[in-house]
C-alpha cells in the first residue's frame, strides 16, 4: 500500500499520530526486621501497608513499587533519575511518602504535554504474598495517576527462593509505562 501523500498545506500523517513514549522502571529494596531488631520500616507496597515482619530499609518510607513508576514516568521522558530528582542524602526526603515522589512525577510528564496512558508492574517478593491484595494496590496507583484501574496492572512473583530476594531479604519490582503526547502538546 503507497504512503499517504500530504496534499498542499496538509501536515505530514506522521505529524497528526501521537507520539507515545515508553519508560521502564526498577527498584531494589533490603529487607530487614522492624526496630529495635533491625532498620525495616512498614511495608508498603503501591501506597498500601501490608502486615509483615520485615520492611524495606531505605531513606523515604520505602516504597518500591511507586519508586519504580517514578523511575518508569522519569525515564519515558528522559529525565533524570528518581535518585537524581529525589537524592537520598536530602533531609526533606527523609521518611517522605513515595506517594510525593510519584506525584512531581507526574506533573513532569503533565507539564511537557504528556499523560499516562497504561502501566504494567511486577513486584518480587517471596512473601507476604501480593495476590489477596492487587486489586487494592492497582486502585491505590490508578487513584494516584487518575487513570481508569482497568490501565493498571501488578503482577506478584516469587523467586523460587533463589537469592536475597527468594530468601525473604528483599524487595525487586520492575515496572514498564506508556505514556502519549496529550491534545495539543506540541
Not at 47 to 75: K, W, Y
Not at 95 to 103: G, K, P
Amino acid at each position: 500500500m503507497p504512503a499517504h501523500t500530504p496534499r498542499p498545506g496538509e501536515p505530514p500523517a506522521e505529524a497528526l499520530a501521537p507520539i507515545l513514549r515508553i519508560g521502564h522502571g526498577y527498584d531494589l529494596h533490603r529487607l530487614e526486621p522492624m526496630p529495635p531488631v533491625g532498620q525495616g520500616r512498614p511495608l508498603i507496597i503501591g501506597g498500601v501497608c501490608f502486615e509483615h515482619d520485615r520492611g524495606p530499609v531505605s531513606h523515604s518510607d520505602g516504597d518500591a513499587l511507586l519508586h519504580a513508576l517514578t523511575d518508569a514516568l522519569l525515564g519515558a521522558m528522559a529525565l533524570p533519575d528518581i535518585g537524581q530528582v529525589f537524592p537520598d542524602d536530602d533531609p526533606r526526603c527523609e521518611s517522605r511518602d513515595s506517594a510525593d515522589f510519584l506525584r512531581e512525577a507526574l506533573r513532569l510528564v503533565r507539564e511537557r504535554g504528556y499523560a499516562p496512558v497504561n502501566l504494567d508492574a511486577t513486584v518480587i517478593l517471596e512473601r507476604p504474598k501480593l495476590s489477596a491484595r492487587k486489586d487494592e494496590v492497582r486502585a491505590s496507583i490508578a487513584r494516584l495517576l487518575g487513570m481508569p484501574l482497568d490501565r493498571v496492572n501488578v503482577k506478584g512473583k516469587t523467586h523460587e527462593r533463589v537469592d536475597a530476594v527468594g530468601e525473604g531479604r528483599a524487595i525487586e519490582v520492575h515496572c514498564v509505562v506508556l505514556v502519549q503526547e496529550i491534545h495539543g502538546g506540541r
